[in-house]
């Protein structure tokens, strides 16, 4: 018969604890991770990607720690969650609590799947003041489908106990009770772990940006699908509506330029570009309506240094045609109100 232990400590066959955690790859995530290898539990971590956040920390903080991880893409399933989150949204479009019940129900069923004995999160008791208090802590772990599987390492003291505490596979005297935005607990963790190299909290999460959000908002609203390329290329460039089927990005620096030709799909979308004068590059995702073409060219044009009262010639390619037009420059001024 095969025993349960923390450690391996007896001479008879064992099998270690094993726990899996959600990794942000911040420092509240790795001490969580730390605390437990400390009482010899076996921890893997799983971390998600979508166009939202992407996995870089959390691949950062496994090569410093050494902790295995699982990174898994799903755009798809988040956006089923995303369209109408049913605890609603935070500031901006960030449905952080159903968020984080999401998260731990698709670790839940690698922990089923994959013989885990239990799932952790570095969360801290009241560290964020919506989605870390104790009602949406037991939010999240009711709605996980893994209820009483939810161990967070830094605050469980402060929390009732969970199954695999209650089963001694975890020893709770060896967890802490950390509360609160203070960091000073973690930073005086991290230093005992010696963990000198880690990213600053928070960020990084698209859902919680201003700007990013109205994009997105507009982008509900207004297709009823889009791609993956339509969601990351709300990172970029400025966006504007010409009418509810005709959206135009206008790239803002090189860097957008790149990207917007990056996602550029030839087979659907329209991309417009200046000759003579240097300029931004414009994409009309999925094409647009054709009536609103030459606003779209004009707005490029108008994103030239060309003086107001000369034509610029500019190309527009769609996946029918590759046409020149000369237009005269809409001034940036004009088009205010088009801005998303
Ligand atoms: S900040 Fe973003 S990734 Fe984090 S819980 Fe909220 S929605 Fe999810």
Redesign the pocket.
Known sequence: MIRLVRGNTMNQPVRKVRALGLC?GGLDSILSALVLRRQGIDVSWTTFETP??SSTKARNASALTGIPLKVEKITEIYLNMLQNPPCGY?KYM????D??AL?FRLAGQRMASEGFDFLFSGEVLGQRPM?QTKNSLRYVEKHSGFDGYILRPLSAKKLPETIPEKQGLVNRDRLLGISGRSRKEQMALAEEFDIRDYPAPAG?????DKGFSHRLKDLFEHQETYSEADLHLLRYGRHLRLSPVTKIIVGRTQKDNKQIVGYYDINVDTIIKTKMYAGPTVLVPGGGEKAFIPKAARICAGYTKAPVDRKVTVVVVSPESRETFSVRPLQPSEIQDFLI
């Open positions: 942000s939202f956040f935070g960030n449905p952080c609590m968020c984080h998260m989605s990084g999460c698209l859902l919680t």
